[in-house]
Antibody, heavy 122, light 106 residues
Framework: VQLVESGGGVVQPGRSRRLSCAAS????????LHWVRQAPGKGLDWVAV????????FYADSVKGRFTISRDNSKNTVSLQMNNLRAEDTAIYYC????????????????WGQGTLVTVSS | SSELTQPPSVSVSPGQTASITCSGD??????VCWYQQKAGQSPVLVLY???ERPSGIPERFSGSISGNTATLTISGTQAMDEADYYC?????????FGAGTKVTVL
């Protein structure tokens, strides 16, 4: 069971970046997927979730209207489109899987990717 | 949104018991999860639904909840348990994490 993120890098404030996460080893289309981030030296910060079939999405207030989560069940991938990036968005972004396939929310995160670092700086 | 409060640090001697608390509003009505994060690594789920251990997590990790406080207990703490520990619960549609507790095994 594995999640592998990609797409991180240095981006200027106000610009966009798209992160991707490739999944393997489990029935991808049965599970909600989340993004959680961690600023350098700081704690964990939940970002967004998408339901198993892509019909439901929820976002943290800090990214609502700027970030969009999506998934492609035919390719076992989930993406995070980040627009109008700010310095405070600088973080390692983790793709994570929820424990129970019957849950969108209200459960723990049992599989974490290795993370991809996004640095917002001019 | 609700907040979860953890002590910044806990120190424990090898073989002793470490207890990490997590306080939040109406926590007894929510499921609490705990994550271990070692330096330079991704977090690992060590407890979910207050007391459940994922496969591969040693029995020395246990959880309890009473009122507004959840507790992660590490019995017979080993040097390998030195890490940051985060509690997490759900506030409506938002996952909320505590600020983390650094466990030092002296």
């Amino acid at each position: 069971v594995q999640l592998v993120e990609s797409g991180g890098g240095v981006v200027q404030p106000g610009r966009s970046r798209r992160l991707s996460c490739a999944a393997s080893g489990f029935t991808f289309s049965s599970y909600a997927l989340h993004w959680v981030r961690q600023a350098p030296g700081k704690g964990l910060d939940w970002v967004a979730v998408i339901s198993f079939d892509g019909s439901d999405e929820f976002y943290a207030d800090s990214v609502k209207g700027r970030f969009t989560i999506s998934r492609d069940n035919s390719k076992n991938t989930v993406s995070l489109q980040m627009n109008n990036l700010r310095a405070e968005d600088t973080a390692i972004y983790y793709c994570v899987k929820i424990v129970d396939k019957n849950q969108l929310l209200f459960d723990g995160f049992d599989i974490w990717g290795q993370g991809t670092l996004v640095t917002v700086s001019s | 949104s609700s907040e979860l409060t953890q002590p910044p640090s806990v120190s424990v001697s090898p073989g002793q018991t470490a207890s990490i608390t997590c306080s939040g509003d109406k926590l007894v009505d929510k499921y609490v999860c705990w994550y271990q994060q070692k330096a330079g690594q991704s977090p690992v789920l060590v407890l979910y639904r207050d007391t459940e251990r994922p496969s591969g997590i040693p029995e020395r990790f246990s959880g309890s909840i009473s009122g507004n406080t959840a507790t992660l207990t590490i019995s017979g703490t080993q040097a390998m348990d030195e890490a940051d520990y985060y509690c997490q619960a759900w506030d409506i549609t938002t996952a909320v994490f505590g600020a983390g507790t650094k466990v030092t095994v002296l």
